[in-house]
């Protein structure tokens, strides 16, 4: 071992040290960094109860699309006489068909096997050579006039105030009528199957965690299961109520969904903006009045 | 004059054997839920909704063809009255099992009576079906007791009751279905319900036939209510072809283009062709209308006893392409694309657990109809006027 030697072990050493110091320094940055995003979701209660004003931290940059629109679904949270009136927008233009919402909402809700809330539909329009496509993400458009809520024969589904149309998990019998009814395609039941099925492995921890869906933190696994029973999407109800965004929303990579109080509730709203320009809705002729609207859609789904 | 009649053991074995399987079944289905059914989010009724259309229908159609005897006092249908109230009974109870199986949360059921929607077409049956296999029972029970059998004003009540139950219950059933704007195979006007009061007519008429002219062992001539019921199937089938023609009619004549006219298209040529060409076309109209017209020509029942369970299977097979083809077109034509999975997959055929209920529950139904005729000693009297002969 000679100078060289301890010179090249002492600079390896150093080297190596940098190297390791220099994770450790970016580690440590990157759990700060983490840490910051935490912080507003820990912050805020998950369950919010119909006594208690939700109050949250004023948020910064309200430039940022998805930071003014969390801060509109806060303002309307925040004034419980008037009804938010949730409303969305998708820009089709916008729609990469990355389907990251798909997986964000199966993610969110603990979707199982089979179930998906928001497909997202592809659509051809023209002729070769002016071919395009577009793509339609479809959540449960929470229709005004929803077909699915006079077939139930539990009243298990109903409208909201808020215009939400969600599904009591408890009174559900499962007869799947609402499923029949639904233009959409927008409701799905859960037939009790895991993703990992048929594997000696089956059910993974994950599959088997509680479910935030409607606050009632329900795993399929014990008694108030969601086993046999209809679901559905509900704009992630247990978010925006916590002064969230739909995860659809907040995944969106390229920005083409919003979400917010509709006209009726905040005319300046970012959704109200979206939706005063030409927008279409599906099936419109149906007459069920949907409260997701699609904008620069060339040719709508059928 | 007695009646007997003999069922070999070897039928009630194999009806044995059969329950048994569909008791197995139904025993896997409430074990591991409705993951043992091929049914999807996008398909969500098959076999069994039709089964039980079927059943209901059937029980239906008995109670009605039993008030010429018990509202008019024909005589040549007394002979109908005491298998037509056990069939109505039988058939309306595994009818009642049929959709309670079929619920995603069978125990639930009691929602139904706690939390009733009355805005729904299912309440009403629910709540109806119920109180109408009471008046059935009721029915029965006057019949079949000896001493209560000169009680014929209270069964001519039970049984106004009943035709007006079955009425209601039937076309309620239609309308559910005609109701709905989402499923155009089904949407429709006043025509839906009264082709489920058509077809119920036309299957408790077919049951009737067949199990009093095909059971005649005094003489092969069809008796004066054989040839009765065989013209009421008559111009039921006839009726039925020119409504179901004109649907089919409408549908080509668009070129298929309308979503109705695709789902008769996958009707007429879809990988179940067969369901109608030869169910719904030839064993409820073809092969009925030309045994029938055989039957009465050559005056043999035993045709008409065929015509009688030819229809019963049409009748199951119309059932079938009424229910699952009007799902099997999806809320959008590339939906089932969108995120691909067998459970959201509008293409359907029964399991084999779907199968051995339907079959298995079928023979329980049949069973339990020969049972309760043996032990009610049916075949041993004949009635007039109430008087034991």
Not at chain 2, 174 to 184: E, V
Not at chain 2, 287 to 303: H, K, T
Request: proline share 7%.
């Amino acid at each position: 071992m000679g100078i060289w030697g301890d010179q090249v072990t002492r600079q390896e050493s150093l080297f190596n040290v940098s190297r390791r110091r220099f994770l450790g320094i970016l580690t440590r940055l990157m759990a700060f960094l983490i840490a910051l995003n935490l912080i507003p979701r820990i912050s805020f209660a998950r369950v919010k109860t119909p006594e208690n004003k939700p109050s949250f931290n004023p948020l910064p940059n309200l430039e940022n699309p998805i930071l003014r629109m969390q801060h509109e679904v806060r303002e309307a949270l925040g004034k419980q006489e008037d009804s938010p009136d949730w409303t969305m927008a998708i820009d089709v233009n916008r729609c990469i068909g990355c389907h990251s919402c798909t997986i964000a909402c199966i993610a969110e809700n603990q979707l199982s096997s089979g179930m998906v809330y928001l497909p997202v539909l592809e659509q051809q329009s023209g002729h070769y050579p002016t071919l395009k496509q577009q793509f339609f993400p479809r959540p449960c458009m929470q229709c005004d006039n929803p077909p699915c809520v006079p077939v139930c024969p539990v009243d298990a589904t109903y409208k909201r105030e808020d215009g939400i149309v969600p599904v009591d998990y408890d009174r559900c019998i499962g007869c799947r009528a609402c499923i029949t009814a639904c233009p959409y395609g927008a409701r799905t039941f859960d037939f009790g199957e895991w993703h990992t099925q048929g594997t000696p492995v089956s059910p993974q921890p994950y599959e088997t965690a509680h479910s935030p869906e409607y606050n009632e933190n329900r795993s399929r696994r014990n008694g108030n299961s969601t086993v046999g029973i209809i679901r559905k999407c509900h704009f992630c109800i247990h978010r925006v109520e916590a002064g969230l965004l739909p995860a659809c929303v907040t995944t969106c990579i390229s920005g083409a969904i919003t979400f917010g109080p509709g006209p009726k509730r905040n005319p300046d709203s970012l959704v109200s903006q979206k939706i005063n320009q030409p927008t279409h809705r599906l099936k419109e002729q149906l007459g069920t009045q949907p409260r997701v609207f699609y904008l620069n859609a060339d040719n709508l789904p059928s | 004059m007695k009646q007997r009649k003999i069922i070999s053991p070897i039928v009630y074995g194999v009806l044995v054997l059969l329950s048994l399987a569909g008791v197995v079944g139904i025993w896997y289905r409430f074990s591991q839920g409705l993951q043992v059914t091929a049914l999807t989010s996008y398909v969500p009724w098959g076999i069994w909704v039709s089964a039980y259309i079927f059943l209901i229908g059937l029980a239906g159609g008995c109670v009605f063809l039993v008030s010429p005897y018990v509202l008019w006092g024909r005589k040549e249908f007394l002979n109908l009255v005491g298998p037509a109230f056990l069939a109505a009974g039988v058939s309306l109870a595994g009818g009642l099992i049929f959709i309670w199986i079929d619920l995603g949360n069978p125990w639930g059921f009691l929602n139904l009576y706690l939390h009733p929607n009355w805005d729904s077409s299912i309440v009403w049956e629910a709540w109806g079906y119920p109180i109408f296999l009471l008046v059935i029972a009721g029915e029965l029970y006057l019949w079949y007791r000896p001493s209560l059998r000169k009680r014929m004003k209270l069964l001519k009540y039970l049984e106004t009751l009943s035709c007006v139950l079955a009425f209601l219950v039937i076309w309620d059933s239609g309308s559910a279905f005609a109701q709905n704007f989402s499923r155009p195979l089904w949407h429709g006007g006043w025509e839906k319900p009264l082709t489920f009061i058509l077809l119920a007519v036309i299957s408790g008429a077919a049951f009737l036939l067949a199990n009093h002219a095909g059971n005649n062992n005094r003489s092969p001539h069809p008796q004066k209510v054989d040839r009765e019921l065989a013209l009421v199937l008559l111009f039921g089938v006839i009726l039925f072809a020119a409504i179901e023609g004109f649907r089919l009619w409408e549908a080509w004549s668009n070129s298929w283009s309308t979503v109705s006219g695709q789902a008769w298209k996958t009707i007429v040529s879809g990988p179940y062709w067969y369901v109608f060409w030869i169910g719904q076309l030839g064993l409820l109209m073809v092969v009925p209308i030309f045994s029938i017209l055989l039957g009465l020509q050559r005056r043999d029942s035993r045709w008409l006893g065929f015509s009688g369970l030819s229809i019963l299977v049409g009748v199951f097979a119309s059932r079938l392409n009424f229910i699952i083809p009007g799902l099997v077109e999806p809320a959008f034509s590339k939906l089932d694309l969108a995120y691909q999975h067998p459970r959201l997959s509008v293409q359907y055929f029964p399991s084999l657990t779907e199968w051995t209920i339907t079959i298995g529950l079928g023979a329980i139904i049949i069973l339990a109809y020969l049972v309760i005729q043996r032990l009610l000693n049916h075949g041993n009297w004949m009635h007039v006027d109430g008087k034991k002969v």
